[in-house]
């Protein structure tokens, strides 16, 4: 295995598990994966997001993230203030600052082994989340942020939000998937010390694989928009999703939003 | 753009070592900026995954500090963020140090994760650079490691405005970087 490869894995193994940092975080309250073998049982006041994952060519899981509402980001930043304060003048710039928050979290990894079920190559991932309003953030947990564009989409309580298929692929490299087209065979720049790696999220069609057990009246396609680029420092990474036919487009790295034809702004 | 994108740019671009790219415009323009010689003989040229300038036809330099700016913010970064988090969305954030204990490869493998964090480091600079880059239209020159440290090292203002100017100057003369 070279360092790169190490490297790599090493990277991806630090997301998508809770760090002990994070461990009395009460996650399941927030987020849960539904997994092989349970019975599945709608409740109105959560939602849920079903997912397929092609792992054909790589197993990775996107990073979601919830909108988090105002009191939320009040109370991060009062927690903060506090860690700030706490840690003297040691801390540096308070701008820079950072602190192992362990409130109501808003960011979570749909992960492929802990999938609901599976065709073949294809893992279909369910997860009981809090309703809202939801951005793919990145892939393979933080190794990857999608911060030069992506998607965002509501998940409604008493509702299963079909996200249709993801699909990785390497970037540096040609791919057979015509939705990674423009997003891949970047060159050996793309694969330094660490390889970038190509997204894209395939709406539901008709054929696609449904897992057995789910209700199709419970189910609605994600009603996907254009979200403009974002700062995440904390990633290896940085890439964008790759362009979605009538949602999401790019135009000299600028992020449009197709339903609209307007930029999708930075945040 | 928004306020509090403003703010982050701001504080982003000062952890990235310098000022940031709206008070770098102003600054820089104040400031004569000398254009490098690109003319890096074949024998000197670095690792062309990693070693490059850009350059867009037609480019203004206006338009290319521009995008160079709005590239910059994106260098600032940290350790992997844990999963589950929280993410202000729509705020700053702090960049995460690696955590002050010791690894698991022990000291040893802290030595050489020491060694090998400086040119870890570079390339997930040019990484960014590159991903934020191409796809505005940007084509990338070969040029030389020694070079490359004198227009990316140091006040950001000025690195920006240097590379600016090379990127609506004349094509360099070195070869260029393909795909």
């Not at chain 1, 970047?186 to 897992?211: E, W």
Request: aromatic share 10%; hydrophobic share 45%.
């Amino acid at each position: 295995m070279t360092l790169r490869a190490i490297l790599i894995v090493a990277c991806l193994a630090l997301t998508g598990i809770a760090s002990p940092a994070c461990a009395k975080i009460d996650v399941d309250g927030e987020f849960r994966h539904i997994r092989a073998g349970e019975t599945f049982q709608l409740r109105p006041d959560r939602a849920y997001l079903l997912l397929r994952i092609d792992t054909t060519r790589l197993p990775l899981g996107p990073a979601i993230l919830r909108v988090p509402d105002r009191q939320e980001i009040d109370a991060y930043e009062m927690a903060r203030q506090a860690a700030y304060a706490k840690a003297g003048k040691k801390a540096g710039p308070l701008e820079s600052f950072s602190f192992d928050y362990d409130g109501r979290p808003n960011l979570f990894v749909l992960v492929p082994k802990y999938a609901f079920a599976s065709l073949g190559k294809i893992v279909a991932i369910l997860a009981e989340v809090t309703p809202g309003d939801y951005v793919i953030y990145g892939t393979g947990g933080t190794y990857e942020c999608l911060c030069l564009g992506t998607v965002g989409f509501a998940a409604p309580a008493g509702r299963i939000t079909d996200l249709g298929t993801m699909i990785s692929d390497r970037a540096w490299e040609p791919s057979a998937f015509p939705e990674l087209a423009g997003e891949v065979d970047l060159g050996p720049s793309a694969v330094m010390d660490y390889g970038l790696y190509a997204t894209a999220v395939r709406p539901l069609r008709p054929c696609d694989f449904l897992p057995a057990g789910l209700d199709p009246g419970q189910i609605s396609p994600a009603r996907f928009h254009a979200v403009g680029p974002f700062v995440e420092p904390n990633t290896m990474l940085i890439n964008r999703l790759a362009p979605i036919p009538g949602v999401l487009a790019y135009d000299n790295g600028r992020v449009i939003d197709v339903a609209t034809g307007a930029e999708a702004l930075p945040n | 753009m928004n306020k509090r994108f403003c703010l982050f740019w701001f504080s982003a671009a000062l952890l990235a070592g310098g000022a940031p790219s709206a008070f770098a415009q102003s600054v820089a323009s104040e400031t004569s900026v000398a254009t490098p010689d690109l003319n890096i003989p074949a024998s000197v040229l670095g690792d062309a995954r990693k070693y490059f300038v850009f350059h867009k036809p037609g480019v203004t330099v206006e338009q290319a500090t521009s995008d160079l700016g709005f590239c910059w913010r994106f260098l600032p970064h940290g350790f992997q963020r844990p999963i589950p988090g929280f993410v202000p969305w729509q705020r700053s954030d702090g960049v995460r140090k690696a955590p002050n204990t010791v690894g698991p490869y022990g000291l040893v493998g802290d030595v050489i994760g020491g060694i090998i964090a400086g040119p870890l480091e570079r390339s997930m600079r040019q990484s960014r650079m590159f991903r934020c880059m191409v796809p505005r239209g940007y084509a990338r020159y070969r040029t030389s490691e020694a070079l490359w440290k004198q227009i990316n090292i140091g006040d950001a203002a000025q690195a920006i405005r240097i590379q600016a100017l090379i990127a609506a100057g004349p094509v360099p003369p070195t070869p260029r970087v393909l795909p």
